[in-house]
């Protein structure tokens, strides 16, 4: 097995275990070090470098200056430079391997949900209930209990119901969503307080669940969130504060030193809460020293406008810490909540194929717009349908602007119609994927699409790869938990939770094509490679 030290990691342990400079400091290095000019900051040795760039895949030592690569390679090619570096670490030939670049992120939500009621893992009715009696007993009267990350699946596949839960929650609202953000639970009084009723229409985009007898259970659907979410009050500037902090934390610990955020953005949400995201966290931490990891920002693409002034006035780069990235949009919702659209309905739910959440004029108009300003788009699609419509727009915004290095992006791509790979390659489309999704998947597309639908479109990576698609991983934090190494493993193995064999061997992919989408590749699929992503020569050290 191979530990992964991120050049993060690296320059920490250096610091932390040198001792005394002067030992490495003989006084006749100072008239030479002064004649040639160059002095390393670090000097790194005997390692096992991964450096994710094709020219020198490997090496065993690495030398950094004023933050960056300054060279990388044999230690032989570093004679000149041993002796003189101001610190040298020896890694008695432990793995190294670029930070890796998370695609997929909902950052700030993630690190608000770490101090929520977590669900994420039960797997039993009475431990959902259970664990939300316990998160009342400290809470006062009417405040909202918010927590997350359910699976039903888990338990069976039943859906949960206020009524599980109202018995024990008379004085506080309770908003619950869904691992995948795509649905949540209301109990009754967050019902009557987002005044949903019998008489309740479903908005587009969206969908009101409810019995037989037409009262709303409490389950709400994509676009339908918003009438709760809407009733609840926003946090507090030092709540999302402490939230970046901690999902930085969090990150690093995984060995994960940049992150693609697509924000506190999904069906329904504000399209404010990003910008306010940006001006009231990002900035803030970037000015008081609290930026820990690096981070490229996707807005919601109603708002590509305000994203283009601001480049055109600040450049993509408004720190060492913080890029802005593009602008994101949707197409579908998720397959867990039965709303990623598909070319033939549900097999359990055989009127449905899900739900179409973009008006594809808006979006189109939008898109052609954007990306005539030079913006990148990624687009969520996770259905068949969905990512054959977004191909479809993508290659009218394409054909209209003109050929331009844009680099579009389809997020998810989880469910593909026979042929679609090739789209994404012949249209230079990168397919950003979650691994770790299929880990919870495989049932329930199995039992949603059928075996013969699940087994032929699911989750294509070998034959994204084949196809010569760009892929880009990530976790979809806190969707899953973000864990390089583990998504890496399930690329590799495809062995899905609860089973004991891959699912569809075929499609799994080797370690280095899976390290290479957890770094080189996802830097390329937000227009990072020049800074991070792999360990060449100038790529940032803090990488
Ligand atoms: C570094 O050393 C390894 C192992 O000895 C060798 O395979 C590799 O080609 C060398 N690389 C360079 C750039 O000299
Ligand atoms: C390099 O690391 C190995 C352990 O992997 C150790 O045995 C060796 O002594 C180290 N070499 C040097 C030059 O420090
Ligand atoms: C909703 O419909 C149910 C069943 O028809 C009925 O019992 C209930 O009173 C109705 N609720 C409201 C608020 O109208
Ligand atoms: C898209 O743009 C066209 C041409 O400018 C316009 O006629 C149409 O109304 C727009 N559609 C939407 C939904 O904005
Ligand atoms: C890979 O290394 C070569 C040679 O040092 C360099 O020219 C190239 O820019 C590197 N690639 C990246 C992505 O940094």
Redesign the pocket.
């Known amino acids: 097995m191979w530990i992964a030290v991120s050049a993060t990691v690296v320059a920490l342990v250096a610091i932390a275990s040198f001792s005394p400079l002067d030992k490495f400091f003989p006084n006749f290095a100072l008239p030479h070090f002064f004649s040639h000019g160059v002095v390393a900051d670090l000097l790194v040795t005997n390692g096992t470098i991964y450096t994710g760039n094709d020219t020198?895949p490997?090496?065993?030592s690495m030398a950094i200056r004023n933050g960056r690569i300054l060279r990388i390679?044999?230690y032989s090619s570093m004679q000149d430079l041993a002796g003189f570096a101001i610190k040298t670490l020896n890694l008695e030939g432990k793995v190294v391997v670029p930070g890796f670049i998370d695609s997929h992120v909902h950052l700030i939500f993630g690190g608000l949900q770490m101090a929520q009621v977590q669900l994420r893992g039960v797997d039993r009715r009475e431990h959902f209930v259970n664990k939300v009696k316990e998160a009342l007993s400290n809470m006062r009267h009417g405040s909202w209990l918010l927590g997350g990350g359910w699976n039903n699946d888990l338990w069976g596949g039943e859906m949960p119901m206020a009524s599980w839960i109202d018995d024990i929650s008379p004085y506080n609202p309770i908003w619950l969503t869904r691992m995948d953000g795509h649905m949540g639970l209301a109990n009754s009084m967050a019902l009557t307080i987002a005044g949903i009723s019998n008489s309740t229409e479903d908005p587009g985009g969206g969908a009101v669940m409810r019995n037989g007898n037409g009262e709303p259970t409490g389950l709400l659907i994509d676009s339908a969130m918003k009438l709760v979410l809407s009733c609840i009050p926003e946090v507090s500037i030092e709540e999302r504060r402490e939230a970046l902090l901690r999902a930085s934390n969090h990150a690093l610990m995984r060995g994960v030193t940049t992150v693609v955020d697509f924000g506190r953005y999904f069906p329904g949400a504000s399209t404010e809460l990003s910008w306010e995201d940006l001006s009231d966290v990002y900035r803030w931490a970037d000015s008081s020293g609290n930026m820990k990891i690096r981070v490229c920002l996707f807005f919601p693409m109603e708002t590509w406008a305000r994203l283009y002034e601001l480049i055109n006035e600040a450049g993509r780069k408004l720190s060492q810490w913080i890029y802005l990235g593009g602008m994101k949009s949707f197409a579908d919702g998720s397959l867990g909540s039965s709303s990623a659209l598909l070319y033939e309905p549900y097999v359990d739910e055989v009127q449905n194929y899900g739900l179409q959440v973009a008006d594809m004029d808006g979006l189109y108009n939008m898109t052609v717009s954007s990306d005539k300003s030079g913006l990148q788009i990624a687009v969520h699609a996770i259905g068949d349908r969905a990512n054959d419509l977004i191909l479809d727009m993508f290659k009218l915004v394409a054909s209209k602007n003109g050929i331009r290095d844009r680099r579009f992006r389809i997020e998810h791509a989880q469910h593909l119609a026979p042929g679609t790979v090739a789209r994404f390659g012949e249209q230079e489309v990168i397919a950003s994927v979650q691994p770790d999704h299929l880990l919870y998947d495989a049932d329930s597309a199995i039992k949603k699409l059928g075996m013969e639908r699940a087994q032929r479109g699911s989750y294509l990576l070998k034959s994204l790869l084949s196809g010569n698609v760009q892929l880009a991983f990530g976790s979809d934090w806190p969707v899953v938990d973000i864990n390089p190494l583990g998504s890496i493993r399930t690329a590799m193995k495809r062995v899905p939770t609860g089973w004991e064999k891959a699912w569809i061997s075929s499609e799994c992919i080797s370690l280095n094509d899976a390290l290479n989408a957890y770094t080189i590749s996802a830097a390329r699929a937000c227009f990072l490679d020049e800074d991070v992503g792999s360990l060449s020569v100038g790529i940032l050290q803090q990488a």
């Open positions: 020198l490997f090496a065993d390679g044999n």
